[in-house]
């Protein structure tokens, strides 16, 4: 009887940790400034996975120039858990995690955090005003893994929508 509750406890905090663990380093990362401007040139299908509760994702090994807290140029290669419905990564620039001391530990940032976060605002205004370092956001949100589209995509996807709902009325 204890093996099966302990059991159940284990398998609820390994499900609780699986989906909520790295959105609670990025929110901590993006909260304390830790966050660099990745101009993203090309990404690549590694593999799939599915996580406890039998969601697939995709995992992308994503290439680009990323920006420091200098504004200096690296390039940098990282993986990131992508929605299973992502066929195509297009080019353009997303806000990551960074800090120079876990240079490794690199997520896409959410763009609702971005814009949520007053503290960034400051950040986010030197990329934007520094002419060596050309700016083309993508829109990127969750829906089980990160979508990544341009905005052109993502207003087409709206609007497809809004027609749709004005159908069934």
């Known amino acids: 009887m204890v093996f099966i509750i302990v059991s159940v406890f284990l398998a609820l905090l390994f499900r609780y940790l699986e989906e909520y663990w790295d959105k609670r380093i990025i929110t901590k990362m993006a909260q304390n400034g ?21 969601k697939s994702y995709w995992i992308y090994e994503l290439e680009g120039t990323m920006y420091d807290a200098e504004h200096k140029a690296i390039e940098k290669t990282f ?11 297009p080019s353009g620039s997303v806000y990551v995690t960074y800090d120079e001391l876990k240079p490794a530990q690199i997520f896409i940032i959410p763009n609702i955090l971005i814009g949520g976060l007053p503290n960034l605002q400051n950040i986010v205004q030197g990329y934007e005003k520094d002419s060596k370092i050309s700016v083309k956001y993508l829109d990127a ?8 589209k341009t905005f052109r995509e993502t ?5 497809k929508e809004q027609s749709k709902n004005k159908a069934e009325k």
Request: net charge positive; hydrophobic share 40%.
């Open 141 to 148: 949100h969750y829906n089980k893994g990160m979508v990544l």
């Open 79 to 89: 993986q990131e858990k992508m929605n299973r419905e992502i066929n195509e990564i």
């Open 34 to 54: 830790k966050i660099a401007l990745m101009n993203i040139k090309n990404g690549k299908r590694l593999m799939a996975m599915r996580d406890t509760s039998f």
């Open 155 to 159: 207003m087409e996807d709206y609007k």
